[in-house]
């Protein structure tokens, strides 16, 4: 947990040891490639500045390793695979009285034994003036009377003693009355930071248990410690220092005065940017005397609450820290996180971890699916939503309905839309209520359409046809129609948004097959293809396929020429070739193929053998549309008229006698009088010799 937490860089340690004013350098190698076998003897050798550099393996000395000269001592290869093993039966370094380094070991199964200045630290202790640094170590399964780990005394001899331990882990260790993990006490000081604590267990007080001293704990991992009665985590005790930056989760105190942190008479002890969740019995933070500096903290589901001894300051909360995945100890926050600077009431970090992950706001909808619905002629998606999870009985505060909102078309907006998900920020205050937090720049609603909304009634899932933007194109990037969900309240201000998702429609049908297929088969001149204009309001083209069967498949190979005209002339001529005819969309769907329906070998004139009348095209259209018409054997009179939506006749196009053969009329919008109409649905209908057919086009202004 340490590497993934804090990652260990001995190649720092070696690289400072290296640059230093260090004498000499004494190498351990068990292999006996070294300068000694073991580490006491190499100690003993050394003169005050040395460095001693140790090797790979395990290290059963048979007796604590006393260091109280200026000295390094460091692993080549790190406390992976360099391990200091006590035995369980004496204390692994005793440092006095001296400038000590120690870095890149795991010191294992460490015990005191005998009177405190044995007893105590079961793996470490500093004393009698000595300054230690302790870097990328692991402290494991180490037991003491008072620090079952670590113990720093200056025994109130003004000698200055002092420790401090960067990005270690302490795992496993026991003390039977103070300090699972450390013990700093009478006039020493100590910090510790960028460590992890887990899984240490003392009878009374803390895993880091600071007595008469001063103390500095920042950035560090306080995870499933436990004391048999005060403070799970961390005491100070008529103390000084500071708490700062630290990640709680998950530690155990049943006593009397049972919290994670216990400030016992140290009011000159500060205690800001921390998140303390999960204390199983107690208080996240306990003060028992004067009440130190505090705030811009976020307190969670701790058992007895979030603070004894003092109220919430006004930038501490009692909210879900969000952590990216704690299940797999990644205590990494959310960037929705009230934690996050972002979003944290003083505006910065708050715990030991930065922002590593993307989640979905607490209570927010979750959008399934974003899919074309088939069979249509595209325009619109069916979004599939899992409900809320305060859209059920008893839950407060309740959801009414579902908005959905789709992100406008690029171009348009007033205001650039943030690429940031839009979130709705929630705050349960001290007592476990919903409390309203005020609209941000980034989550306003510029840039997005109202769509629709669904009535909310405890479904676990929704799901509503959505209109889109456009279709899917044939060539080019999709065309991404952008939405959320919003779970909404009877209160307007509160309200639970979900992570955008996006969808892309599709025309799924073919257009009509073209009709009125002629082939004039001119030899030496070419044959001639005509046919009736398109049907469809989404038309893009024509393709002419031809083969040397009449049962061909037209396809790529086959594929002679495409075109919006409604006539070709082809130069490959003759009796020898057949041709067929499919008309396309523009989303790409091709219809069923076409055959000719007359075949002559002359120039002349093909009559049609009835009244027929066409889509007109374009359609919708603006300014102008083009409609054809048949006229058969004999000619005779024709009347083209154009009625609006109520019935109302707005235009005469035609009205006399018309020659036998096809015809075509093109409109304007305009009315008898020569007026602008408006746009809408229009009608147009031919009527000929016991024949009369109404068609429908729209027009836009």
């Known amino acids: 947990m340490v590497s993934q937490m804090f990652p260990i860089v001995l190649a720092c340690v070696v690289l400072s040891v290296a640059s230093s004013s260090w004498a000499g350098t004494i190498r351990v190698r068990q292999d006996g490639t070294g300068d000694f076998t073991n580490i006491i003897a190499a100690v003993a050798a050394a003169a005050p500045n040395d460095s001693i550099a140790v ?205 994670t942190v216990l400030l016992h008479e140290s009011g000159a002890v500060s205690f800001r940017r921390n998140i303390v969740a999960g204390e199983t019995q107690g208080y996240g933070l306990y003060y028992l005397g004067p009440i130190g500096a505090h705030g811009c903290n976020v307190f969670w589901n701790n058992a007895a609450g979030a603070l004894a001894g003092a109220p919430l300051a006004a930038d501490e909360i009692v909210a879900d820290p969000i952590f990216c995945d704690p299940a797999a100890v990644n205590y990494s926050l959310g960037d929705i996180s009230p934690a996050a600077p972002a979003v944290s009431a003083c505006g910065q970090l708050i715990g030991a971890f930065p922002v590593a992950c993307h989640l979905p706001q607490p209570g927010a909808p979750v959008i399934l699916s974003i899919l074309d619905i088939p069979g249509d002629n595209g325009g619109q998606v069916r979004i599939r939503w899992q409900r809320s999870q305060y859209d059920a009985r008893g839950q407060s505060p309740t959801i009414t ?82 939405f959320f969900v919003s779970a909404m309240t009877s209160d307007p201000f509160t309200y639970f948004d979900s992570e955008p998702d996006s969808g892309v429609s599709q025309d799924n049908l073919p257009p009509h097959s073209p009709r009125g297929l002629v082939v004039d088969y001119a030899v030496g001149s070419g044959n001639a293809l005509t046919w009736s204009p398109a049907e469809d309001g989404d038309f893009h083209s024509f393709r002419v396929y031809r083969g040397t069967d009449p049962g061909f498949e037209p396809g790529s190979e086959s594929l002679v020429h495409e075109t919006t005209e409604s006539q070709w002339v082809d130069p490959q001529h003759g009796w020898g070739v057949h041709y067929k005819l499919t008309a396309t969309d523009d989303s790409g769907n091709e219809s ?110």
Request: proline share 5%; charged share 15%; aromatic share 10%.
């Open 592 to 701: 069923p193929a076409t055959v000719p329906g007359t075949v002559t070998d002359t120039r002349e004139a093909v009559v049609p053998a009835h009244y027929d009348l066409y889509a007109a095209v374009p359609n919708p259209f603006n300014p102008r549309t083009m409609i054809a018409y048949d006229v058969p054997s004999g000619g005779g009179r024709v009347r083209l008229r154009i009625y609006d939506a109520t019935g109302k006749l707005v235009r005469t196009l035609v009205d006399r006698e018309e020659a036998e053969g096809k015809h075509q009329v093109g409109w304007d919008g305009t009315s008898n009088d020569g007026q602008r109409l408006a746009s809408g649905t229009y009608f147009y209908s031919l009527q000929g010799r016991g024949f009369e057919r109404t068609l429908k086009m729209t027009l836009l202004q």
């Open 401 to 482: 309905e579902y908005g959905i909102y789709r992100q406008q078309p690029p171009g348009l907006a007033v205001q650039p839309v943030s690429s940031k998900p839009r979130f709705r920020g929630v705050d349960f205050g001290a007592g476990g209520s919903l409390t309203a937090v005020p609209r941000t720049p980034h989550i306003e609603l510029d840039g997005w359409d109202f769509v629709a909304v669904v009535p909310a009634r405890g479904d676990d899932i929704y799901q509503y046809v959505a209109p889109t933007l456009c279709d899917a194109p044939v060539h080019g990037d999709p065309c991404w129609s952008v």
């Open 55 to 259: 090797g790979p393996g395990t290290y059963h000395e048979g007796n604590m390793i006393e260091i109280n000269i200026p000295l390094v001592l460091y692993s080549f290869d790190g406390p992976e695979v360099t391990i200091l093993d006590g035995g369980t039966v004496h204390r692994i370094l005793n440092l006095r009285g001296a400038d000590v380094k120690v870095a890149g070991f795991s010191l294992v199964d460490g015990q005191g034994a005998g009177i405190c200045a044995v007893t105590c630290g079961g793996a470490v202790l500093v004393w009698q003036g000595a300054h230690a640094v302790l870097e990328d170590c692991v402290f494991v399964n180490s037991v003491g009377e008072k620090g079952g780990a670590f113990y720093v005394t200056d025994s109130n001899l003004g000698l200055g003693t002092s420790a401090t331990v960067r990005r270690s882990r302490f795992t496993g260790g026991t003390s039977i009355t103070a300090g699972s993990a450390a013990y700093v006490v009478l006039g020493a000081s100590a910090t510790f930071e960028e460590c992890v604590f887990d899984n240490n267990t003392t009878g009374i007080t803390g895993t880091i248990d600071v007595y008469y001293s001063h103390a500095i704990i920042r950035n560090s991992l306080f995870k499933d410690n436990m004391t048999n009665d005060v403070a799970g985590a961390v005491v100070y005790y008529q103390s000084t220092g500071n708490v700062e930056g630290n990640t709680f989760v998950d530690n155990t105190s049943p006593g009397g005065i049972a919290a």
